[in-house]
């Protein structure tokens, strides 16, 4: 790839360098919208890809959950290697597209150019994940459009990034039409022959391997164009509600606190250790802050599965032992108590009680 002359670099990673290397990413469970019904096509059951990647599929019926990034990647590539497909990530991205991007998709889609799609997308990026960055590099008449993992994984991650270009691509097929193709696509692994051929006949032939990133490039000129379903004053209103409701959210130290502890409960390693080591801190620096935003740790952890616990019990269809399992919890029988200890009953007894409430 030869470009001359690069006038902008902008990016999603934002602060996450400062502490990204020293803990491990994370990533919304909508970024697997319509992972099920892919792998059930090749005869395979997603419980059995879950277990292999040692994740719960409780987070296929709840997309706003987190979950481990590197256990993304292992879902993905144990997808690949179970269906017989090396293409799954890419092909998954290419079907997904904006779906995976939740309210975040909104805002892009209301932009009133590319450009502000895309900047909207790096402003909100760590809603969605923060094991990867996309970066923009704009060079005189092509522009490029490329994403980085800055989390360890356990091994070699080629279809979490084919998955990633895919639904960049998608992307813009959804603003340009089925007719849009980029004018390069480009991989940081490299293949076989044979499998060579596959990822030409689903890409077309501008496909290189072996590159220093994976992404693609198209015309700059696309950037400044109006997108088909812009509209400014939705997108304004739209921004200006997320801004609102950040500016009334709590402690940002607490509520990233927070985010380690609900990432941490379904694989039942919540301590404060490890929550320390996640967030780059000593466990006396984790347990000093706590104590002067007035919580603990033991008060978080059991704040987090007291909520968690009682919103899937009334927002949702989970069986006990689903719920049992979110919470990290071996037997049914804790779920129980720490109910009996939250509100004196169980939890049958709470989700009736609930229900008889005036509406």
Not at 142 to 165: D, K, Y
Not at 249 to 268: L, M, N, T, Y
Not at 301 to 308: A, F, G, H, K, L
């Amino acid at each position: 790839m030869l470009f001359r002359a690069k006038v902008v670099v902008f990016s999603g990673l934002g602060e996450l360098c400062i502490t990204m290397s020293e803990r491990e990413g994370l990533v919304r469970a909508a970024t697997l919208a319509g992972f099920e019904t892919m792998v059930r096509r090749y005869g395979v059951e997603p419980d059995q890809l879950f277990e292999m990647a040692g994740l719960s599929p409780v987070y296929l019926a709840e997309p706003e959950l987190y979950m481990s990034f590197s256990r993304y990647v292992s879902l993905m590539e144990y997808s690949a290697l179970e269906t017989g497909n090396r293409l799954f990530g890419a092909e998954l991205g290419l079907e997904q597209g904006l779906k995976v991007m939740g309210a975040t998709a909104y805002g892009m889609s209301t932009s009133f150019t590319l450009r502000e799609a895309l900047g909207f997308l790096f402003e909100n990026l760590t809603f969605q994940t923060t094991g990867n960055v996309i970066r923009l590099e704009v060079f005189d008449e092509r522009a490029m459009l490329s994403s980085e993992i800055v989390v360890s994984t356990p091994h070699g991650a080629q279809q979490t990034m084919n998955h990633t270009v895919g639904l960049g691509i998608r992307m813009m097929k959804t603003f340009y039409g089925e007719a849009w193709k980029p004018i390069e696509i480009f991989f940081q692994h490299g293949v076989a022959p044979d499998e060579k051929r596959a990822y030409l006949a689903l890409f077309g032939e501008r496909v290189q391997f072996n590159s220093e990133c994976s992404g693609f490039t198209f015309r700059s000129e696309l950037l400044d164009t109006p997108l088909p379903d812009a509209d400014p004053v939705a997108h304004k209103m739209f921004k200006r509600q997320l801004e609102s409701l950040a500016a009334t959210a709590p402690d940002d130290f607490v509520q990233r606190v927070e985010s380690v502890i609900r990432v941490a409960i379904p694989k039942g390693e919540i301590s404060l250790t490890s929550a320390a080591k996640s967030l780059a801190l000593s466990t006396r620096s984790l347990q000093r802050k706590l104590q002067e935003q007035g919580t603990s740790f033991h008060e978080m952890v059991d704040t987090s599965r007291r909520q968690v616990a009682e919103h899937y019990i009334s927002n949702s269809n989970l069986q006990l032992s689903q719920i049992t399992e979110l919470l990290g919890f071996t037997r049914l029988s804790n779920l129980t108590h720490a109910f009996k200890r939250w509100h004196g009953m169980s939890p049958s007894e709470w989700k009736k009680s609930q229900l008889e409430l005036p509406r």
